[in-house]
């Protein structure tokens, strides 16, 4: 495909990296010259010099034979713009990142109009990633696949925990579910029965979502239920998340600094406890009883500010805490100093719109650990070797594991005599090298 993506930050870099594996024709367009200079160093793509919402500029970009434009600067004006003259000069599909609450709390407004088949907004994306922290709270990362008939949890291993020093062939259990990988010092690979469980081990288990709770409590984790929420930031982020939360009947304290904010907030939110005052504060922390809080999020556009609070709320006790930062770069180190998970919107942003964006046999896609792991849901061809044979007779690529085939309305977590069936949906866990070699055996030859 012909892509043009409008914005060389974090996100649209990302997608460029990720989109130029697959062997697209890429245009990266920004003003900065320095953002593309690092960009023209590190990537193999065509880069464009200039604002992303001139009509010279997208035409110098290939606009008129694009099959599809991303508009993801920090300016969500310039990205309609973009979005709309792409549309009007033949651009098949487009999407637009936006912050502004309005565009998705309206549901009324027809984004048609502005010439985008997606708007996507990033605290949005963010809140609702937490959200599902929030519900497996005991997890670092949560993801649904199949219809949320199939769950993802990464866990874990603690020193003291049931499982540590088993082989994955002891962990004999009534559920069928399968670790589909470990990251250990930093390193995701894919297990064989004969590998051991360490302590500080980081786990990433498949099974049905109505089995995970029993497997969770197998492999020792307890599900602790989670009812009071304290929220540091009142910016775009926090309100969304205070927002969803709301509809689910949490209890929320919401910590802001700035009294017009806290104003705006209040007309907004109805069942929030906003409080003005210094989230830094110690004494503000320990005044409105932050350390009874069963979660903390620091929620603020200052990552400093997130990490520090968040160490503070540990201080006092809170069991769980979850940490934006702006540098996704950030996220494995953080994590080393105490704060439970760090997310990142412009990571996540950035896998949505390849979630959205993905066409043919393969559904979606979904980054682990950065980008250092895919998960693939991806429709099983009519004929080729991968169909109708036992999964142990297959040659599967290193780096690669089926975690589950999803056949109607039928969930199966495989073992080696399991096959795959013509139409069947599947969930594959693939590391990078992996990748171009799982799309050859899903392509029906």
Known sequence: MHIIIIGAGKVGYSLAEKLSREQHDIFLVDQNEERLETVQENLDISTVLGPGGN????????????????????????????????RQMGVNRTVARVSSPEYVENGSLEISNFGIDLMINPELVTAESILKLIRVPEALNVEYFANRRVQLLELSVDENSPIVGQTLFDL??????????????????????????????LIFVMAKTEDMLAVE??????RKKVKDIAILGGGKLGYQLARILEKRDYNIKLIESQISRCQWLSERLDKTQIIIGDGTDLNLLESEDIANSDIFAAMTGDDKANILVSLL????????????LRRSDYVPLVEKLGIDVAVSPRMLTAGAIMKYIRRGKILSVTFLEGDRAELLELIAPSQGRIINTPLKNLKLPRGMIIGAICRGDEVIVPGGNDIIGPGDLIIVFALPKAISQVEKLFDGR
């Open 313 to 324: 709320a540990k201080h006092l006790g809170v069991p769980r805490t979850i940490s934006q």
């Open 217 to 222: 409590e197998f492999l020792g984790k307890e």
């Open 172 to 201: 004999d259990f009534d559920h069928t579910y399968l670790i589909v990988a470990i990251m250990r010092n930093g390193e995701i690979v894919i297990p064989h029965g004969k590998d051991r469980i360490e302590p500080d081990d």
């Open 55 to 86: 009509l010279y500029t997208l035409k110098e970009a290939g606009v008129a034979k694009a099959d599809l434009l991303l508009a993801v600067t920090d300016a969500e004006e310039v990205n309609i713009l973009a979005c709309l003259l792409g």
